[in-house]
């Protein structure tokens, strides 16, 4: 059985980031590093979005760039000038590329494909299986979702930002490649949280991806018909399928890192590094995997690495809301949107604004619902 100084189960984004992040910092070139996922990471099988100001280490994997993004409704369309942000497209394949290309280069870094079947920890050693193998280590950074341990407890409201998108290439030109649609509350409702999602980046070339805030996925036949519609509405009539994506995130403010042990620290979606309000991933995995770079330089124990945030309280009240009336989220994001700073919104859900600017940006959400969550919260007992 061979040891490693750390092995990574499950290469997501999170891992990809911080193993990445390790390279770089040149400070981890003494350890071994051990990488063990299923999927090979040779596929385009997914698309982040995040926004951003300045120029960031992934910058060789943004394929596209929007200065501007249409917020709308049944009732009304809202231009969003972004600036100072832009809002960048990262294709899952980009990402993959550029990380493997620097840490194949690496002696000390080792990737297997293999599936993990069990992990088994004892006082100073982690024990990893997969199907062929077993390997150990001193210290395991597991991203392997724990889908029981969220759902299975009524504490913290756990819904989905659940999707399928389609890249499509259009004869008529009807897209403006220079914005992209962030939210499209256009769509019937249907009870839930539903909206069309766009990323152009040609006239006659885009994502579409009809998504949901809910608890319950669709059948896959559902989602395919309402972005049929949304094609006929925008007055395509002939158009190829170049790619289709589909996905599941967790929404939740369950506190996964409650499950941290000295040796044993789970990042990403298993650590609730994902943004639990919105299912956005990529700017708080980048965020989070730097600062857990620097603490694997100065400490020791994962157990002390997470610090709760108010951001975490103003996630709870939304995901409470959208809980128990899950037809209410348009309503909410409309009001927010409708005559807010767009700047001061997003630079509120990267989690980077002054008490004072959480007001500003509070105050336009309907305001009885939040003060209502407020007291469901407290009467849940949560900590």
């Known amino acids: 059985m061979k040891h ?37 990471k040779k596929s385009n099988d997914r698309t982040w979005c995040f926004w951003g100001k300045e120029e960031v280490i992934w910058h060789k994997s943004i394929s596209k760039k929007w200065d501007s993004a249409l917020f709308a409704n049944k ?16 294709r899952g394949l980009d990402f993959y590329t550029q990380v493997f290309d620097l840490i194949s280069k690496q ?13 088994e920890e004892s006082e100073n050693v982690i024990l990893i299986q997969t199907a062929s193998e077993s390997f150990s280590c001193s210290k395991l950074l597991n991203s392997i979702y724990n ?8 504490k913290y409201p756990v819904l989905q930002q659940h999707f399928i998108g389609w890249f499509i290439k259009s004869e008529q030109p009807v897209f403006n490649p220079e914005q992209a649609t962030f939210m499209d509350f256009s769509v019937e409702q249907k009870g839930n949280t539903r909206f069309m999602y766009v990323l152009p980046t040609s006239k006659t070339d885009a994502l579409l991806e009809y998504t949901l805030f809910s608890k319950n996925l669709l059948p ?28 599941s995130i967790p929404m939740t403010c369950y506190p ?44 020791t ?7 709760r945030t108010k951001y975490w309280l103003y996630d709870l009240l939304l995901l409470d809301i959208l809980d128990r009336k899950n037809e209410l989220g348009s309503s909410i994001f409309s009001s927010m949107f409708k ?36 007291f469901h919260v407290a009467f849940r007992k949560i900590k």
Not at 75 to 90: A, C, E, I
Not at 107 to 119: G, S
Not at 272 to 298: C, H, I, M, Q, R
């Open 256 to 299: 996964f890192w409650k499950l941290n042990t000295k040796n044993v620290i789970n990042i990403g979606t298993s650590g609730g590094w994902t943004k639990a309000s919105t299912g956005y991933t990529f700017k708080n995995s980048d965020k989070k995997s730097t600062e857990l770079v620097l603490f694997l330089t100065t400490e």
């Open 220 to 247: 896959k036949q559902e989602y395919e018909t309402e972005i049929k519609n949304y094609i006929q509405k925008l007055g395509i009539t002939n158009y190829e399928i170049i790619e289709k994506e589909q996905g």
């Open 339 to 374: 005559k807010g700073n767009p700047t001061l919104i997003f630079k509120f859900l990267d989690e980077e604004t002054s008490l004072t600017e959480d007001i500003k940006v509070i105050l336009k959400c309907p305001k009885i619902l939040f003060i209502k969550a407020i």
């Open 75 to 90: 009732d009304f369309r809202r231009d969003l000038d972004l600036k100072p942000y832009q809002y960048n497209m990262v």
């Open 4 to 40: 490693f100084d750390y092995i990574f189960t499950g290469t997501g984004l999170s891992a990809l980031m911080t193993v990445y992040k390790m390279v770089l910092s040149g400070k981890f070139k003494d350890k071994s590093i051990l990488l063990i996922d299923e999927n090979t």
């Open 301 to 307: 124990d994962f157990t002390k690495f997470h610090k």
């Open 107 to 119: 002696e000390n870094i080792t990737f297997v494909n293999q599936k993990v079947t069990a992990i």
């Open 147 to 154: 889908k029981q341990k969220a759902e299975n407890q009524t």
